[in-house]
Nanobody, 115 residues
Framework: QVHLVESGGGLVQPGGSLRLSCAAS????????MGWYRQAPGKERELVASITSGGTTNYADSVKGRFTISRDNAKKTRYLQMNSLKPEDTAVYYC?????????WGQGTQVTVSS
């Protein structure tokens, strides 16, 4: 069983920055993929960024050059650094983890970009 808890969301002005955190607990040794997804009102959930156990990263075209996914294995935490935020980045952001035998989502954290 793996449990994910996101934090770091909030209200920020356009052009601002936020850092989201995803803390994992439980049987995390087999996790080989972790990602950040987001869902805006009326839209489908979409991949924002992901990182594999080998360190390979992947980003949605809409966030390349502005967002960075990283990890701290000692703290069992993944981060999403979001810079140059735009109103269209407004969404609930979810952390996702997957292993060969399981997958799980966090509860989500709201990010609102507005002046």
């Amino acid at each position: 069983q793996v449990h994910l808890v996101e934090s770091g969301g909030g209200l920020v002005q356009p052009g601002g920055s936020l850092r989201l955190s995803c803390a994992a607990s439980g049987s995390i040794f087999s996790i080989n993929y972790m990602g950040w997804y987001r869902q805006a009102p009326g839209k489908e959930r979409e991949l924002v960024a992901s990182i594999t156990s080998g360190g390979t990263t992947n980003y949605a075209d809409s966030v390349k050059g502005r967002f960075t996914i990283s990890r701290d294995n000692a703290k069992k935490t993944r981060y999403l650094q979001m810079n140059s935020l735009k109103p269209e980045d407004t969404a609930v952001y979810y952390c996702y983890a997957r292993s060969p035998t399981m997958s799980t989502w966090g509860q989500g954290t709201q990010v609102t970009v507005s002046s």
